[in-house]
């Protein structure tokens, strides 16, 4: 539930954008969204919300993320379902207002290697390509080869709807059949998708190129903020440039340098793309938003941009940390209750939970310390009467003992591999829930793709219970448990 102090900055938000945000401007992005949508299946949620953008009392709630491969890592989800549970509590808070949420599409993002691999069972899979530029312009040619084993994959599930997902990439233009992809998952939840590379939005844009051309406003602005935030030891991750645009062309996406007289017009803004610190302007100006939904990161370098805001009499939006968590499976619940654990306990190493299964399993390690003191000792008593009786012998038999030491030794250590063999299919079980809860000891959402929790291919599926547990307010790690 939505607290009142979040409730009291929706309004105060709604009240500046309302100001803010023309009929003209709603006109131009409601005529995209149509043009974009019209040969497209959607349900009958997503017509209502795009109808709805038409009307002077509706307001988006966003979150961005890059074209990534197969939904890519589970905190895509996660940021896209925080923005529809949000958007639906808005519009229980807010009833004379309607909420839509958006997926700002980032398909001129050029950073191909973060995107062209993801985790399924296990396995990296991987788009080989040679292309360069924005990834939503490249062709899918050579995509195929990966989407034919990634069927062959799930061919005994011939009837799952992840065939008809792999199918939406046979669109040669990727960032294309991307949208596809994404609406055919959440078009049920009236999730409106935005691909910004759009010749009319780049135009309606025209101001805030320009001035990031023409002058350095923009760019001293993020200078300073950034000078703030810093004195306060605050996190800066994003640098500002003289010029924070690219020109876009076929297989290229390349920085425009200040070094000579720069000839654009508005007619040419279709060529142009904007960087980190561009594109949250840019998002800003083409809709009627509120709120943004963002990492840790993302909410760090939005802080550098309200001064940037400013020179363009802008609104600057709320920036809310997305929901974040763990997925596992019914079967995986199970199987940490009956090795004795609570599902919060594998946030813990996988050595720490072995030792601790040990220990609450009466695995108490034998007093060899008791022995190891019998048979000092009894080496040293056995040492002394040599000393007394014998001494010539004294070398020989000190080599005994040690030889009867170290055979000693050999046989506690095998003793103890045996005694703790009964419970190696424990152990093992703790490893594999270990790797699966934190693979290789990083964070699930930023390393797992959904997929891998779905042998069956239904997507959907998953979708839908990770959408009923979502709480889009906690601030906490969350734990999604699905069949």
């Not at 000393?387 to 030491?405: F, S």
Request: aromatic fraction near 10%; glycine fraction near 4%; include cysteine.
């Amino acid at each position: 539930m939505m607290d009142a102090q979040l409730s009291a900055q929706f309004e105060q938000q709604i009240a500046l954008k309302r100001q803010s945000y023309t009929a003209a401007q709603r006109e131009l992005l409601t005529k995209v969204l149509d043009e974009k949508y019209k040969h497209l299946s959607v349900s009958e949620k997503l017509k209502s919300n795009l109808n709805r953008l038409k009307e002077p009392n509706t307001f988006t709630v966003t979150t961005g993320h890059q074209l990534c491969l197969m939904t890519g890592p589970l905190y895509f989800i996660y940021k896209i379902l925080h923005v529809i549970k949000l958007s639906e509590d808005l519009n229980n808070t807010f009833p004379n207002q309607h909420f839509v949420p958006v997926y700002w599409m980032a398909s001129e993002d050029h950073d191909f290697e973060e995107i062209r691999s993801f985790l399924l069972f296990g396995q990296k899979w991987t788009w080989e390509s040679k292309q360069k530029g924005a990834v939503g312009q490249f062709d899918t040619k050579d995509l195929q080869l990966l989407l034919q084993a990634l069927a062959e994959k799930f061919q005994n599930q011939p009837d799952s709807e992840i065939h008809s997902l792999i199918e939406k990439f046979k669109i040669p233009n990727y960032g294309l059949g991307f949208f596809e992809f994404v609406n055919e998952l959440f078009s049920v939840y009236g999730l409106v998708i935005i691909d910004a590379d759009n010749k009319l939005l780049k135009e309606s844009a025209w101001p805030i190129w320009q001035k990031d051309l023409y002058t350095a406003e923009l760019h001293q602005a993020l200078v300073k903020n950034t000078l703030e935030l810093r004195e306060k030891g605050l996190p800066t991750p994003i640098e500002s440039k003289e010029t924070n645009l690219f020109v876009i062309s076929e297989q290229k996406r390349e920085r425009i340098e200040k070094t000579g007289l720069l000839q654009f017009e508005k007619e040419h803004s279709f060529q142009l793309s904007p960087n980190v610190v561009l594109r949250p302007i840019y998002q800003e100006w083409i809709l009627p938003n509120l709120a943004y939904i963002g990492g840790p990161s993302e909410i760090a370098y939005w802080q550098q941009l309200p001064l940037a805001f400013q020179t363009l009499a802008l609104p600057f939006p709320l920036t809310l940390q997305r929901a974040g968590g763990i997925l596992l499976q019914q079967k995986d619940l199970e199987l940490i209750q009956k090795l004795g654990f609570e599902k919060q306990d594998f946030l813990a190493d996988k050595a720490t939970l072995k030792e601790r299964y040990l220990k609450q399993a009466g695995d108490q390690e034998p007093n060899y310390g008791q022995m190891a003191e019998f048979w000092s000792g009894y080496k040293a008593s056995f040492q002394k009467i040599v000393a007394e009786e014998l001494p010539q012998e004294r070398k020989m038999i000190e080599a005994e003992l040690t030889r009867i030491q170290k055979q000693t030794e050999a046989l506690e250590e095998k003793f103890e591999k045996m005694r703790k063999a009964k419970f190696d299919k424990a152990l093992k079980q703790i490893e594999q829930l270990s790797e699966k809860l934190q693979p290789k000891g990083q964070l699930q959402e930023r390393t797992s793709n959904l997929l891998s929790f779905c042998p069956d291919g239904a997507l959907s599926n998953k979708i839908a219970r990770i959408y009923e547990q979502l709480d889009p307010y906690s601030q906490e790690k969350q734990w999604f448990v699905v069949s």
